[in-house]
């Protein structure tokens, strides 16, 4: 064994509710944390020295596997097309779209004439990644006269966007710079100016600005504060073109406003004032607005309308009433249909309304487990939907369908350049009982060739938080696993709204227990029907899929060879404590908050992955950190580990790997992503001895 980095005990108690807790590694959070996101090399130098030293404790434990991540990242890049390209979305006489060129590691963005021509491209991705060794763009949009490009980029992984302007016709950049940003913009009817989100110093999206074009940052215009701080403000361009909406929310609760776009300093209109657990979004169609909302005991939301001269909710009438145990997730206006994306016991379909006559129609598919997408467009007076399809076995497909002839038009298929014949594999469900008798779906996929004997290793997936589902939708690189004898498996576990509302509900605040329960009775259903053996299992799960990890390999260590945890949430009570943090009073309605509920306290305590780690032997354990991330801070994994050397009974090896330069989403680029994915793969053949 190759002998790890040993962090140094500071004892630091924290005594809330009469409950005293002890943290002998607070001190790897840096106090100028908020410094340390803008600029890494403000680290303090015994924490970065600490972290530098992990990195290279994970590269002496994967030194073995070298040669197999060099063959994991040739394969996975042989599945990727390095020339791919978008499919044009139409917007008056032009185009608009993406592609790549060969070798290219980010987008190049441009646009073509409307019927067909030569790509113009006004972003270069790869040119304006060299001056950093960080990029990522943000939001991009074109402006309504089609002359200019606002677009953003995050140099750090931080996730402060900076925006700028391009001119189309020189390829030049206007002199106005937005910086701390959100990233995203929308455009006034006159292209004049343009609003976007301002994020303040604690990473919170709370201030909404007008800028325009031609004058200093400092010039904005603010146009709405929001004043709770443990709410999200986010503005999208509404569905007609007319509005900027202004939505804010937390997980529970949600509001929203129009401005309208024709008028620059026009104030914003509330729709209907907030109310506690009650969510809704708007869309917009001449002189009324359709609402998709959750209000009155529509636990998996219904569709009303109303007024746009009087859009509060007694106004709301019903027009797709609330069918318990359908889930609507999203809905799509257009001038003469409404498109919703429904779920019902994990599979999805595409519902399709006539406005006019009221008469409706289904897009579905046959696969026993599949993944619908709506990806929207730029104009409303059209009859054309734009929507992806995929399986766990089956590449994107990408269609146009008209919504009045019911014509379905293949518009791009997902090419894998080292070829694909999904005969070779089986996608399939089956259901695994939870404690309390729930029925948890889990998604499979397979070689044809394989035998259910307990032999398979087998990788299980999960997440479970934020109403958030896991699609079983394709990935190419799951296939250099499963090519190698490995079961891949998704399970749909509460805290997710994979089977509706009520199934998050079901797995959140005091219920988050349910998660972790409906995670470890899939493994043993899988183990039960032979599909993999105890300790052949391969736990993953990135941000709040991360504290799934840690709290199951706390729960039932002895099912798992390995849990790979990316950016792990397992710092739970801490973080929730700590309101200065950017996601933690946003997060309150999710956990609950421990700072003012001795119940939250003593339930997420309960639960938290580190503040549970015991005396046992823990499977072998890769944790992977951002140094720049602002979600789940890099000091979370960073303490987690040293916990599990200094306090587990045997087992592991466990491993901290932290990119010095990157945030949440790994690293930039999108051959430079491989790599990390290779090193979670190659860890996770090597724990399973393959």
Not at 18 to 41: E, M, N
Not at 213 to 224: A, I, M, N
Not at 399 to 416: F, N, P, T, V
């Amino acid at each position: 064994m190759i002998e790890p980095p040993v962090a140094p005990r500071r004892p630091s108690p924290v005594t809330r509710h009469g409950i005293t807790v002890i943290d002998d590694y607070a001190w790897l959070k840096d106090p100028d944390w908020q410094k340390v996101l803008r600029d890494p090399a403000l680290l303090q130098p015994d924490i970065r020295a600490y972290l530098e030293a992990e990195n290279r404790h994970a590269e002496a434990i994967l030194r073995p596997t070298e040669g197999l991540q060099q063959e994991l990242v040739a394969e996975m890049r042989g599945r990727i097309k390095e020339d791919d390209a978008g499919v044009p979305l139409p917007d008056g006489p032009f185009a608009y779209t993406w592609k790549y060129r060969e070798g290219g590691q980010h987008e190049l963005v441009g646009r073509l004439p409307r019927d067909g021509g030569d790509f113009q491209t006004i972003l270069d991705g790869d040119a304006l990644a060299k001056a950093t060794d960080y990029f990522k763009f943000g939001g991009r949009r074109h402006s309504p006269d089609h002359r200019l490009e606002a677009w953003s980029a995050d140099l750090l992984g931080s996730e402060y966007f900076t925006i700028r302007v391009r001119r189309w016709d020189t390829g030049e950049d206007l002199p106005d710079i937005l910086t701390q940003t959100g990233g995203s913009v929308v455009w006034g009817t006159g292209s004049t100016f343009f609003f976007y989100v301002l994020v303040d110093e604690n990473h919170r999206p709370l201030k909404v600005f007008r800028h325009r074009l031609g004058t200093l940052q400092s010039e904005d215009v603010l146009v709405y504060e929001e004043t709770d701080i443990g709410w999200f403000t986010r503005i999208e361009e509404s569905a007609s073109g007319r509005f900027c909406i202004i939505s804010g929310g937390d997980h529970d609760t949600s509001e929203a406003r129009l401005v309208d776009l024709s008028t620059p300093d026009a104030a914003p209109r509330l729709i209907a004032a907030r109310e506690t657990g009650v969510r809704y979004s708007v869309a917009d169609r001449g002189e009324e607005l359709l609402i998709l909302t959750n209000a009155d005991g529509a636990i998996d939301f219904r569709i009303a309308t109303a007024p746009l001269a009087t859009p509060d909710r007694v106004h709301w009438r019903e027009l797709i009433p609330h069918r318990p145990g359908i889930y609507v997730l999203d809905m799509d206006l257009y001038s003469g249909h409404l498109v919703r994306l429904e779920r019902a016991n994990a599979l999805p379909s595409i519902v399709i309304r006539d406005l006019a006559t009221g008469a409706e129609h289904s897009i579905a598919f046959d696969e026993a487990a599949y993944s619908l997408d709506m990806q929207g467009g730029y104009e409303f007076e059209t009859t054309t939907l734009r929507f992806s399809y995929s399986s766990m076995t089956t590449p994107t497909e990408v269609y146009d369908y008209d919504m009045a002839s019911r014509q379905r038009i293949l518009r791009k298929r997902q090419e894998i350049p080292s070829g694909h014949d999904p005969s070779r594999y089986v996608t399939t469900r089956i259901f695994a009982r939870s404690h309390d008798g729930a029925e948890v779906p889990v998604s499979l996929l397979h070689r044809r060739d394989f035998v259910p004997d307990g032999t398979a290793p087998l990788l299980l997936y999960g997440y479970g938080s934020y109403g958030a589902a896991m699609p079983a939708s394709f990935s190419s690189n799951r296939l250099s696993l499963v090519d190698r004898g490995f079961v891949y498996a998704i399970a749909h576990i509460r805290g997710g709204a994979d089977k509706g509302w009520s199934w998050y509900l079901d797995g959140k605040c005091e219920k988050k227990t349910n998660t972790f329960a409906d995670f470890v009775a899939a493994g043993r259903e899988l183990i039960e029907r032979r599909y993999t053996a105890a300790g052949r299992i391969v736990g993953h799960g990135g941000s709040a899929g991360g504290m799934l990890m840690g709290a199951v390999a706390n729960l039932a260590p002895e099912l798992f060879a390995a849990i790979i945890a990316e950016v792990p949430f397992v710092d739970v009570l801490n973080t929730m404590l700590d309101d200065t943090l950017p996601l933690t009073p946003p997060e309150w309605p999710e956990w609950g908050n421990p700072i003012t509920d001795p119940e939250a306290f003593r339930t997420i305590l309960s639960y938290s992955p580190y503040d549970n780690v015991r005396s046992q032997a823990y499977p072998a354990i890769l944790a992977m950190a951002g140094l720049t991330d602002p979600r789940v801070t890099y000091w979370e994994p960073a303490k987690w580990v040293a916990r599990l050397r200094a306090t587990m009974g045997g087992g592991g090896p466990v491993v901290l790997r932290t990119n010095m330069g990157a945030g949440h989403g790994g690293a930039s680029g999108r051959f430079s992503r491989l790599d990390e994915v290779a090193i979670a793969y190659a860890f996770a053949l090597l724990a399973v001895g393959n």
